[in-house]
């Protein structure tokens, strides 16, 4: 009798075991197929690009009288400067809007003794009328026609858009979005399809023109710039 029992129980133990083997197969063998189907993934880049239009305009106007005396020189550096605050005040600009720079003086003798003096004044135009801006500066021959001579470093107009992070967040969605489609495009070709989000890098919001060459021209020069950011998402593959 007792020997009938132990037999059955080790009957019974053999089975519990021969299943738990069994299950214990089935669950690492999902697993490894699961862990498998995890590895599937694609890599892909999204863009997005916004036209948009500068809303500030930076313009400094450096003025130069060069000459041997000095009284004559300074009285014409303060004309040219009161000719560029009155053409710019002409143009519908606020004094808020317009700033007058330093005054730099350099003074040298040439070989025969002579004094050389040289006179630069800047005046500095900063505002958020670009257009009336940008069509002040397509007019500054009216200041050379009344006799002001620009120096060398006077710098053209610059063209701001500030207002960077007011589209960040729409087009990010539009870049995740052109991500996406190509990763939709991969798998169909595949045979597979997209699951969620695996990895993502926003990338690097850049400002460029609008029309021409984006590798050598600068945005800074034109109102019309253009907004671009290329994303970089990895995707499941079902």
């Known amino acids: 009798m007792t020997d009938t029992k132990t037999g059955l129980n080790a009957i019974i133990a ?8 069994v299950i214990g197969g089935w669950v690492l063998g ?20 916004r036209d948009v239009t500068a809303d500030l305009a930076t313009w400094t106007i450096s003025t130069s009288a060069v000459g041997s005396d000095l009284a004559s020189l300074q009285a014409k550096a303060d004309s040219d400067g009161d000719r560029v605050m009155a053409f710019l ?25 002579r004094p050389n003096i040289t006179i630069r004044r800047k005046i500095q135009l900063r505002t958020t009328k670009v257009m009336e801006a940008r069509a002040a500066f397509a007019k500054q021959a009216e200041l050379m026609r009344q006799g002001v001579v620009f120096d060398s470093d006077s710098g053209g107009m610059v063209y701001s858009f500030t207002k960077l992070n007011d589209v960040k967040p729409p087009m990010i969605a539009a ?3 052109n991500a996406r489609e190509g990763a939709e495009q991969f798998a169909k070709d595949s045979g597979a399809g997209v699951g969620e989000i695996k990895s993502a890098s926003q990338g690097y919001f850049s400002i460029i023109p609008r029309d021409g060459d984006s590798s050598g ?3 800074s020069a034109s109102p019309f710039q253009k907004v671009r950011v290329v994303t970089t998402i990895d995707f499941y593959l079902d």
């Open 217 to 219: 021209a600068s945005a």
């Open 89 to 113: 005040k002409a143009k519908g600009f606020a004094d808020d809007e317009i700033e007058s720079g330093g005054i730099s003086v350099n003074q040298y003798s040439d070989s025969n003794g």
């Open 14 to 21: 053999a089975a519990i075991l021969a299943v738990g083997l």
């Open 175 to 177: 870049a995740t979005k």
């Open 30 to 49: 999902n697993g490894l197929t699961r862990a498998k189907f995890a590895d599937r993934s694609v890599t892909v880049r999204g863009l997005a690009e």
